[in-house]
């Protein structure tokens, strides 16, 4: 609940897959995992591909936790010291877009503190020479989804959909 590792970045769930199990990554048990581009606008629908597992070659020397982070959302069934729904996502240029390799992560959960110890001065470059792309999507669904979804911290909702209107949940929705 209190750790500080070095972060090992994965840019997309696609780039997870392709890495994880890489006798290549460089990882160790004390490195954070980062899962990003996977929140309500980086990866419309925000489906649950926040299920970060432990890269083979830990699993294999008996590593069966670790920090991992992620924009993104998990099934109930995943397990294990996950922090997830970082807001704003990584697709928007929020905190999480500018982790990089190696970057040194603090988490604290008792103090509700997660923090990227990177310097001021080097964050400021960082977030000047950020390209934002969520312009993939040009029309339909997935436009109209991107273009009005918001922030995990505010629900995921859609913007259009807020009101004082409703209908009353009659029913236990699980």
């Known amino acids: 609940m209190k750790h500080t590792g070095k972060a090992v970045v994965f840019e997309d769930i696609e780039d997870y897959k392709i890495k994880i199990d890489s006798l290549d990554l460089d990882v160790d048990e004390n490195s954070v995992l980062v899962l990003k581009n996977v929140g309500p ?24 936790d670790m ?10 069934t995943g397990f294990g010291t996950v922090v997830l729904h970082i807001s704003p996502e990584s697709a928007v240029g929020g905190m999480l877009a500018f982790v990089q390799n190696g970057d040194m992560i603090e988490l604290d959960v ?26 993939k999507y040009t029309r339909g669904y997935c436009k109209l989804y991107v273009d009005h979804v918001e922030q995990s911290h505010l629900g995921a909702d859609l ?16």
Do not use: C
């Open 67 to 76: 920090v991992r982070i992620s924009d993104g959302r998990m099934s109930g």
């Open 110 to 135: 008792e103090a509700r503190q997660l923090n990227l110890l990177v310097e001021d001065e080097e964050l400021a470059k960082r977030k000047q020479n950020l390209k934002l792309d969520l312009n």
């Open 159 to 174: 913007d259009f959909l807020k009101g004082g209107s409703g209908s009353e949940v009659l029913r236990d929705s699980h």
């Open 41 to 64: 606008k980086g990866y419309p629908g925000m489906p649950e591909v926040g299920n970060m597992g432990i890269p083979k070659k830990l699993l294999d020397k008996g590593v069966v």
